[in-house]
């Protein structure tokens, strides 16, 4: 079976190909251009998608050694994202399923994320604990099948990406600030600034809109303008606030784990690429014997690989979905339930 898989959330434009199981390309386009804005402007994104899919389709098939004809189930992200950029991806595989007559499968992003360990060589056994750690969302789930999953926490306020980006901007270092801090953070001292890590009554959830209060306060308190902050206290603040970031999400985690029976957990998502965050999960599985799955670098940010593989999964179960369905930009009360 040949499935064909196209994201367009946001800022990547990617298409993929799964091959009888196998990943035979994953290519993608990232929209540099909007570190200039300071952040993702959707007209210039969705623009940016119309530019590129096709080309990214063209160059895939040709990667993967098949035409269109040879595509068996084609996939693409109908959300959460901008409505915008998600249009133009499943517009166009909605075209590309009526003219070849194949069956289409719209994919939920966040879905394509949690099992995204899955196009590791080593992956998650069920069931698994999944952190999906990204700029729009922050959840932890327990994922007993392909088919059941179960929301354990979530974030109340900002996403862990969202705050890395809004502090990166605080600090004068632009976007996208996860990467920008992680740098910073490399040469600071995480145990400089006691930045405070929220407390709820609800033991699986998050809130970091707090903490990115707790740093705009510290630079103004102790420095007249961001230009005016020396470069290793840059670093400091970064490293602070990065330390802060994972101590929440890993300690979440790890009420988690003294509480449900798992075998894995799998850390997920864009803000997985974060080199103190992966380093922490990792301690953690090992501190409770739990086997752990962190996605390789191309597949924690946006990617289509992940959309292939959650429709290939969604269409050995006999879901099809129809040409009329339609996009939807935020996840709704009944995802993981």
Known sequence: MNVLGIESSCDETSVAIISNEKLTANLISSQDFHSKYGGVVPELSSRAHLQIVIPLVKDALKKSGLNLNDI?????????????ALLVGLTFAKGLSY?????????????????????????????????VVS????????????????????????????????????????????????????DGDAG????????????????????????????????????????????DIAASFQNAV????????????????????SLVGGVAANKALRESMIGLAGKYGKKIVIPGLEF?????????????RLYE????????????????SEHFS
């Not at 862990?160 to 996860?178: C, H, I, R, S, T």
Request: proline share 6%; hydrophobic share 40%.
């Open 246 to 265: 994972v101590k929440a999400l890993i300690r979440n985690t790890e009420k988690a784990l003294n509480n449900y029976d798992v075998n894995s957990v």
């Open 192 to 235: 400089k600034i006691n930045f405070p890590v929220a407390e709820l009554k609800d033991p699986y959830n998050f809130s970091f809109s707090g903490l990115k209060t707790a740093v705009l306060r510290y630079i103004q308190k102790n420095y007249p303008g961001v230009q005016n902050i020396p470069g290793n206290d840059l670093k």
């Open 300 to 312: 924690c940010g946006d990617n289509a690989a992940m959309i292939a593989f959650r429709g290939a």
């Open 72 to 84: 068996d189930v084609i996939c693409s992200t109908a959300g959460p994202g901008l409505i915008g």
């Open 99 to 131: 003219s070849l007559n194949k069956p289409f499968v719209a994919v939920n992003h966040i879905e394509g994320h949690i099992f995204s360990g899955f196009l590791m060589e080593d992956k998650p056994e069920f069931p698994f604990l999944a952190l």
């Open 317 to 332: 179960t006999g879901y099809r979905s129809g040409l009329d369905y339609s996009p939807f930009p935020g996840l709704s």
């Open 135 to 186: 700029g729009g969302h922050t959840l932890l789930l327990l994922v007993e099948s392909f088919t059941v999953v179960k929301k354990l926490g979530t974030t109340v306020d900002d996403a862990a990406g969202e705050a890395f980006d809004k502090v990166a901007k605080m600090l004068g270092f632009g976007y996208p600030g996860g990467p920008k801090i992680q740098t910073a953070a490399l």
